[in-house]
């Protein structure tokens, strides 16, 4: 009984000790082409920068920093992120300018083999602030910052074609009318889903809803240039491009019969519908991969209760 105690607890010690070797690494079982999720850049303060509370009388300075982490898959461009101060004044903080860009690339996610690459962090650094009236009593207010940051979503779809779509044969590997037709998305706050096929005389009708599945706001790209502020009236807009690898003739009805163009989400989601000519297709089903591209700016804002002290007593 003892021997079997000891025995027991020997296993148990090198299983701690392996545990503990081992690096620590993020990895992944899935196979797909890209991560995935439903997030872009993560945004917050700095700790202390801006404090809670600051003193009157220009005898406290401080930073307001962001920062700011892609959680996403797609790298951006330096200058596309824009972050813009509200709920403070600009001439009483003495701040020369409540706008902000960044001024390298923040790239996204990655997937090599089974091990995720994590996407890339930055701090986007205002002036330093610093009230400069002296109060009879403290003020509190509430500071808000808005981010825009221009960002892509890369969907993978496969479908199933051939020269006559409505004709089965034996030698057909995949159904060219599919109520469940794969897709992929990469982490980004916008995604594509429920796509479907149907065969016709002389061509393939491929539907999907575009949708935004984040908490921001989406408009079409380059929408905003130095400021991230609110535009009525042109929110709600993504370009949406359907291509594939072999330059098939997609024509989509939304987009003008092209297949590229800017949709209106409604409800923060779309409909598209596209047709695809396959009279020069060969006679036996293939499966094909079609890239769907969703290019746009994102607007997400945080905020912090900020107090200055008046410092007579």
Known sequence: MKIRGYFVFFVLLIFLLGAEGCPDKKTTTELGAYIGGVDGLEISFVDEEPPNTVLDNKQDPFYITLLVENVGEYTIPKGKIIATLSGISKDAFGLKSLN??????????????????????DQLQFDQANYKYDLTADFSTQLRADVCYGYKTNSLVTLCLKKNPIQRKQEDICLVTNDNVNVENSGAPLSVRNVKSRAGSGGVTVTFIVENKGTGEVYEPDTFKDSCVLKSGVEDRVKVKVKSKSDLNIKCGILNDGNSGVVKLIGRKRTVSCNIKTSSLQETAFEEPIDITLDYFYKEAIGKDLTVMNTEY
Not at 111 to 121: D, H, M, N
């Open 100 to 121: 902000i860009k960044s001024v390298s690339d923040i790239f996204g996610k990655t997937k090599i083999g089974s091990e995720i690459i994590e996407g890339g962090l």
